[in-house]
Each structure stands twice: as C-alpha cells, then as structure tokens.
C-alpha cells in the first residue's frame, strides 16, 4: 500500500508564493520507479494536470497554465515531491493532489495509481 500526504496549502493574495510538499510512504511505494505528479481540481471543475516528474527527474510536465510560475521538484532519498507555486492568481484556487504513477502517460489522470487526500489553496485577488 502507498500513502501520500499533502501539505503546505493555504490562503494567499494574488502575487504571492506557495510550497507545498507530498511525503509519500507505504511498503510498496518506491521513489526510485514510479513518477509522481500534481493534479488539482477547482471548484465544480474536473480534476487537471498541473505538474509531473519522471522518478529520476530527468524530465518534468507542466500545463500550459503554470509553465513558468511554478516548478516541481523531487527528493527520492526523503520520498517527497514539492511544487513551488509563484505569482499565484484567483485561477490557481483549487484543491491539490498529489499522485504516484508507475507507467502510463504523465498528465493524464487515468495513469496514476496512488492519490493523496488534497491540500486547499485558495488565491484572494
């Protein structure tokens, strides 16, 4: 089984900075094969791609949305996965999860296998 946990979620105006960070654990999770995305889901919307990076980092995924404001990043020794989220704005207000994915395309939903609960970042204008 595979747990993953989010935090660092928040309320913050527009312009401003985030972190948040996924500590992923369980006996059959391993950093070292599966790849790990973000994922959020706004209110009344469908869950969307915002981040993925392959399990050595060699090559990252980002939606069109956040290329450039945000970066994801990972440290397999401490098994966690952050996304560092700047210029937030009212449209960035979601939900976000975090997923581990061990084959399959990255930015679809459909590959991943495991999925934290969510943290809420809310973007005030």
């Known amino acids: 089984q595979v747990e993953l946990v989010e935090s660092g979620g928040g309320l913050v105006q527009a312009g401003d900075s985030l972190r948040l960070s996924c500590a992923a654990s369980g006996r059959t999770f391993s950093s070292y094969t599966m790849a790990m995305g973000w994922f959020r889901q706004a209110s009344g919307k469908e869950r969307e791609f915002v981040a993925a990076?392959?399990?050595?980092?060699?090559?990252?995924y980002y939606a069109d949305s956040v290329k450039d404001r945000f970066t994801i990043s990972r440290d397999n020794a401490m098994n966690t996965l952050n996304l560092e989220m700047n210029s937030l704005k009212p449209e960035d207000t979601a939900v976000y999860y975090c997923?581990?994915?061990?084959?399959?395309?990255?930015?679809?939903?459909?590959?991943?296998?495991?999925w934290g609960r969510g943290t809420q970042v809310t973007v005030s204008s």
């Open positions: 997923a581990a994915c061990r084959v399959g395309s990255l930015i679809v939903t459909t590959s991943y296998d495991y």
């Open positions: 990076i392959t399990w050595n980092s060699g090559i990252t």
